[in-house]
């Protein structure tokens, strides 16, 4: 689930609103394990559900989870039947009902988009893609960006020098030239609903984004007006409520504050991820731990490395083996097959 803010390469900060981590432990999808270099899938309750046969796994998206084999990207659905046998070199997760399928060449590569029953519904013609979002994917050709729909109709013209997904009906552009252009904002129509102006900018959710002024990185709402004035070093996007910052260029430190700009977790984290499921990791040092949207931390930091935690459950890093924990810290498999 990345959001990248266009220049500065952060990722999208989700919040949900519940409180209590049995009410907001899911646990409803497949997780990737690895044994002997083989990738299988368990279940929220660690169970495995998949012996591991694949030497490639992703997560699930929509229902289905990328596979790969012989060099070669397919999908399974939840009980890891295969769903689109493994066939394309590279396969990314379904948005809105469409997977992105890459095939190389011998100069760079081409980018299409297959349905949940792997048939091509948009051909391998462009440079790079996104994915699908409010129904339209941006896609890019040597005349620049644009967007098509799920028909592949191009229904937003190839005229932009970088573009974001759609987010929040709005898509995030840079116009005016790669090196000297600016960032605004269209509507599905390709109209500009705020003028390129921006430095640097990232996508809107929940009524704001992220934009730079200055190198100052702060928020505006949908009428282009400024709501949070430019502070930081860096800013993510806000999801229900609360967004990830940076504090500093040297030495710097993250924190989260909520949509009014104010601090909700002070910055003093040395490194933070985005926060799913009602909690984010962070840094503390030299080890990573999770805390939640109050800033509180409830699981220690004692790991090597963390992840976001996904429908449910996060996979972190101790003493060089990847496991899966629930919101509590509770190991829920530890690579032993339990």
Request: proline share 3%; aromatic share 10%; net charge neutral.
């Amino acid at each position: 689930m990345k959001v990248k803010a266009l220049g500065m390469g952060v990722v999208a900060v989700l919040m949900l609103g519940t409180s209590a981590a049995a009410q907001m432990f899911k646990g409803d999808g497949l997780y990737p394990i690895e044994r002997d270099g083989r990738h299988g899938f368990i279940d929220g309750r660690g169970a495995v559900v998949v012996e591991p046969v694949y030497k490639d796994a992703g997560l699930s998206s929509e229902g289905l989870v990328r596979v790969s084999n012989d060099g070669k990207w397919g999908f399974v659905d939840m009980s890891g039947k295969l769903i689109i046998p493994p066939q394309f070199a590279r396969a990314e997760d379904f948005h809105d009902g469409m997977a992105r399928v890459y095939k190389p060449e011998l100069i760079g590569g081409k980018h299409g988009f297959v349905d949940r029953a792997g048939k091509m519904i948009v051909d391998y013609l462009y440079a790079d893609a996104g994915d699908f979002h409010d129904g339209l994917a941006r896609v890019k050709t040597g005349d620049g960006w644009g967007y098509i729909d799920k028909t592949g109709r191009l229904a937003i013209s190839h005229q932009f020098d970088e573009a974001l997904d759609f987010s929040d009906g709005l898509a995030c552009v840079k116009a005016g030239g790669k090196w000297g252009g600016r960032y605004g904002y269209i509507d599905k129509d390709g109209r500009f609903v705020i003028n390129p102006r921006y430095e640097k900018a990232g996508s809107f959710n929940d009524g704001l984004a992220p934009v730079e002024q200055d190198g100052k990185w702060g928020y505006i709402g949908k009428d282009g007006e400024l709501a949070i004035k430019p502070q930081f070093a860096a800013a993510d996007i806000f999801c229900n409520g609360v967004a990830r910052v940076r504090v500093g260029s040297i030495g710097a430190t993250y924190g989260f504050i909520d949509k009014s700009g104010k601090l909700v977790a002070n910055p003093k984290f040395d490194d933070a991820r985005a926060c799913l499921d009602d909690r984010a990791a962070v840094k503390v040092d030299g080890k990573w731990g999770f805390i939640d949207p109050k800033g509180r931390l409830v699981v220690k930091a004692q790991f090597d490395d963390a992840e976001d935690f996904v429908n449910g459950l996060a996979r972190v890093q101790r003493d060089g083996d990847w496991i899966w924990i629930d919101p509590t810290g509770r190991v829920v498999w530890d690579g032993l097959g339990k």
